[in-house]
């Protein structure tokens, strides 16, 4: 099948030039190079004369004296054509890429993209069913019938990728036509994945002038074309955030001399019982809206959150000190400063949207069921508590479970159980009737839901939990989000380094995802607990294990 390299303007004017030609061309800042009739570059200052050999075509370069005023082009020509240093890659997907993420195709920007035969297959071997996999594959399919519809020419010439509006993607999508006369020894042809290492195989001797590379979320498929000397990579675009020791913690440390650096122009006020400051310089324009600040050096340590960012000057707010039994939230008190922003999180009415990070035992779970306890209970501001979560098992599945929807769920969210026991114990002169009579009424209120019924569904007035949010990927977390109606607050709690779905890294998480696109909305807020509460024995093996 002729694959055509892209061609430059330059490889156009160039006739009758050997195989393999190596030629330096300076190309001066700012100035282009004129070709209207030879590739011959004239210039008034003395330049040196390259002479192809075996043709009378001379190239003209600057003199070496102009060398750092411009930029040196390396140009090689081939049979395949002529391509500068920016050479086309040519992307083979692996059918698992597509399947991750059906919009794939068109994350490469200007590079080809290439679709084995067997991988068409495997598309349509996963389109049946309901699941997101088989989703995804339909989506892929239609997409690809969409681009077919602009095929004007021959498919071995290839579709542009940009035909349905990604105009990103500047390169092309090629579909195998033909086998390719490669056989490797070391694997058997019969299964699917080595008949796509027998193609790139194929198309990295074909045309040995590109880089082909093999994209594939397989390990073993990436080390088996590694073994083979194939370059092959992972699907990188889909991740948010290379390292996540850099992602957004919504917390930030104030310097020790704040005080003093910004007493010039610091300004505060008393405003609907708390207390403001105004702050301005390099420090607020890095500074994002409901991010916490805080500063434990001096006798009392100050916390507040940033409520407006406008160029090089924040205002920030007081919060209410949650480590004082006075502002308790359902009985629980904040242990410490991460649960004390986030119960300022949970319990804000302006906060429609809250994601909170953070190793087993933070609290997360407890400070979400206080809040919600307390905002539909006592405020009545919502009318019941949603909770779900991925049904993603740690070990083997125990296999389908009887019962109704909440029945079915019960098992999953035992978490649920553990900590509504807590915030119901009560006082201890509560008879034991009242306390029942206090759990049932609770329960009254809590409604537990799969995800698997969610779609086209609209919450309105619910404080809505999403446990275990990191096994979601980010489509999945998309449609939860916007199922949110009026009055409605949605909490999604996890911790990143416990991913139990294939696929799915801390880099790609849907929890990390909703972390650094909602960072900076004046509606949503953000915190990573550090520090565990759940006990000593706990604490201590999140350490060492």
Sequence with gaps: MPLPSAPTKLGSRLK???????????????????RKSAPKVENKEASVNTSVPGTDEVISTKPASLVNEGRIRKIRHKRAGVESGGV??????????????????????????????????????HKSGITDVARNARQVSRSLDAMMQYLTGSITDGVDLNVLGHRDCTGKLFIQTKGFDVKIDLLPDTKADNQILTVVEGLQRYYADRHVVLVSKDINMRLKATALNLKAEDYFNDKIIEDTDLLYTGSLKLSDDFWEEHSKDLQSWQDNGSTWYRITGALASRLHVNEFVWLEKAEIPFYGQVCSVDRDTATIRMLRDYTNPKNSVWGISASNREQAFALDLLMNPEIDFVTLLGQAGTGKTLLALASALTQTMEMRRFNEIIITRATISVGEDIGFLPGTEEEKMTPWLGAIDDNLEVLNRGDSTTSEWGRRASNDLIRSRIRIKSMNFMRGRTFLNKFVIIDEAQNLTPKQMKTLITRAGPGTKIVCLGNIAQIDTPYLTEGSSGLTYVVDRFKGWKHAGHITMQRGERSRLADYATEVL
């Design 16 to 34: 009758n030039i050997p195989d393999e030609l190596e030629v330096d061309v300076v190309i001066p800042n700012k100035k282009r190079l004129s």
């Design 88 to 125: 086309k890659k040519l992307y083979v997907l692996d059918t698992n890429v597509l399947l991750h993420d059906p919009l794939s195709l068109f994350r490469f920007e200007e590079h080809d993209v290439y679709l084995p035969m067997i991988t068409l297959e495997e598309l349509d071997n």
